[in-house]
């Protein structure tokens, strides 16, 4: 019997999956981190991440006001995003302000009004970081179509109607970089996360 037949051990299959596409995504990772950063110079340039009160985008939003960047954060919960500015704003030398904004499924025209206000201050946005999301896991014989369709609108389509006039921006100049975060669960899912999961794979 061959132990590494995926058909006779689905889980082993699983596992064995899950670690090679944690392997790479480790090795990009240190890629884009030690050698790739080095051609990004932030300093000075207008950064802009959605979902960055807490946490990737939060920590995303630090590390590149420590390098002398103009910081926008942006997310629904304007008590959370005061505190992550003053808490951005401890160390460095960079800029950083904030707006509030749902990216459940937002007009493109808000979008638009939202990023005209961003620059304003900041200039034109040089780096974006998708990062806006929510996950509530739900069993998929239980789950409401609402509750799909929640999902999709924030984890996909914000990231689409804000990452599109900002490409549209981005290429009239010749310039500037797109960020999409997603999750390993986008590869890899587990019960509880059927509506997620196919979001963050879009």
Known sequence: MNILSLSMHPILGTLLTGGVLYGISLIYALYRYYIKRRNLPYKGKHVFISGGSTGLGLC???MLYQRGAKVTIVARNEDRLKK???HISKKG??????FTFDFNSPD???VENLL???ESE???IEYLFCNAGFSQPNMFLEA???YFENMINTNYLGYVKLSQPVAKRMAKRRSGTITYTSSILAAITCAGYSPYSPSKAA
């Open 60 to 62: 995303v939003a630090q």
């Open 84 to 86: 992550a500015v003053e």
């Open 93 to 98: 030398s960079g800029k950083a302000q904030y």
């Open 108 to 110: 493109v025209t808000d």
């Open 116 to 118: 005209d206000k961003a």
């Open 122 to 124: 900041f200039g034109p």
């Open 144 to 146: 409401s179509p609402t």
